[in-house]
């Protein structure tokens, strides 16, 4: 399985708040499927959120962790998603949390994670948990 590190608040808002499309300035043959989300070290203002998307917590933006998978469904020039603002979209669909976020480094690009830590991913998907507090993807009213 491949990963891509995204910076905070953006992870988050891929895996809890509905953000389906991630914007890239490059393509890559490996953006299909599923990959894992990493939470990079950086941290973005969350005033850059759409306002109709609630904010996360204080304990929310977990960092230098794999917090949860996604599926690419394909990779777009143009889109009418609130979330699209860059030369390329990577289209986001079925975004499953993880119970438990697993530390481990990013990368730049589409990365391939170590045997431990996928294996770690498959036992908590299998599990079926939701994390602790996890809202899914509920816009603010």
Known sequence: MRALTVRQQWAWAIIHAGK???????ASKHATGT???HAGSGLDPLDRLPRDVNRPGDNDLV???IIGVVDIAGVVEAH?????????GWMLRNPRPLPKPIPCTGR????????S????????LR???????????TPRR
């Open 20 to 26: 389906d499309i991630e914007n890239r300035s490059w």
């Open 35 to 37: 990959i894992a989300v």
């Open 63 to 65: 960092r230098g962790a």
């Open 80 to 88: 009418p998603s609130k979330w699209f603002s860059a030369p390329l």
């Open 108 to 115: 730049l690009g589409l990365w391939q994670l170590p045997s």
């Open 117 to 124: 830590v996928r294996r770690a991913i498959d036992r908590q």
């Open 127 to 137: 599990s079926g948990r939701r994390p602790p507090g996890s809202k899914g993807h």
